[in-house]
């Protein structure tokens, strides 16, 4: 090796070195953007609210990732609910709701600014009503009198300068200094009726993971009838189809990338006029976790210790819907069964019969036989799937 080859292959040691202490010794920075995106886990992100909201509307939600115009256009709906959360949309769009609307069916708008052409054909005017760094988001109906948000990080300000005769003013923005604002109305539109709420930071997930806050916006809902609820979500697709996507929007894998591509630079400048030696031919080595694995199922086969491969089987499981799909796996109640049944989508016969055999298994004393054991592995597997 040349001595040139060993000092840039030292300065690229170093250099690496540097990077990964001055990465180790970064502080966390948190994102106060106002993003609204359901897969977004910084505090104004809509994680949280996405991940309940089907339980919120008792599995009648349908997130719907195209735009009111494109959809509305491929089929005839009969009246339902519409969502909007801090969502921007085209005029068509618009007109589509509105169109929905005017036929039967509600919409609950929830953002900061509604287009003005789209506000003056409902019946109000938005605008800044405070500049106040806190605030509270209370309702005008008495039985919601003790649900309210205390807003003290970056609200919006925003609320209801003109509303006209008929619209019914549902919540309003309390400060201490400040007359009480307008920023919840209901308008009758049509055969159908449209809420506008100018104050989107209630669902996002820095609020709704505050204790009491999640009453608040299931008050809010709650306007709306018992019946199918689109909800019309952001959808990027251009950025969702870049492959280098994630590793570019995480800082530790981002310099990693750009490391390991400046690395590979290097090697291919300095070994371009090296000669290739001779490669001797070496027998791979052989892989033997296959026969490992089936010796350990014959053992187990020989020995007949069902109810210990059982108890196996449903550690492993438990252990997939804890890291997976994030459910709590204490206690295998009614609770536990809604839960695998709402994220897997399998029907609570084949879940019952899959925690009677898990806690077979688990049940020392229990009297274990081959058939449950089959019949547990195809169930488990099954539900995995």
Known sequence: ?????????????????????????????????????????????????????????????????????????????????????????????????????????????????????????????????????QNVLKLTDKKYQNDFIQLDKFPSGRGFSYIKPKVEVLGKTVEKDNTDQANFIKINFGKGTIYVHSEPLFLTNYYLLKPGNIKYAQDVFSYLPDRETLWFVENDTKVSRFFMRFVLSNPALKYAWWVFLGGLILFIFFNAKRKQRIVPVLEPLRNTSVDFVKSIGNLYLQEGDFHDMMAKKAQYFLNKIRIDLLIDTQNLDEEFAKKLHLKTGKTMEMIHEAIELIRKGQDPYANVMKEDLTRMNNLLDEILK
Do not use: C
């Not at 505090?43 to 195209?66: H, M, Q, T, W, Y």
């Not at 709701?97 to 938005?126: C, E, T, W």
């Open 1 to 133: 090796m040349k001595k040139t080859f060993k000092i840039y292959a030292v300065i690229f040691i170093v250099v690496m070195l540097i990077l990964a202490l001055l990465e180790v010794n970064k502080k966390e920075t948190t994102s106060w953007r106002k993003n609204f995106d359901i897969n977004e886990k910084s505090p104004f992100g809509l994680f949280v609210f996405s991940n309940e909201a089907k339980d919120l509307f008792k599995n009648n939600l349908r997130k719907i990732e195209k735009a009111p115009y494109e959809y509305y256009n491929q089929r005839e709906k009969d009246p339902h609910n519409i969502i909007v959360i801090a969502k921007e949309l085209d005029k068509e769009s618009w007109k589509k709701i509105l169109d929905q609307v005017s036929g039967g069916s509600d919409a609950m708008i929830i953002m900061s600014r509604v287009p003005k052409n789209v506000s003056d054909s409902i019946g109000f005017h938005s605008s800044d009503i405070s500049f106040a760094e």
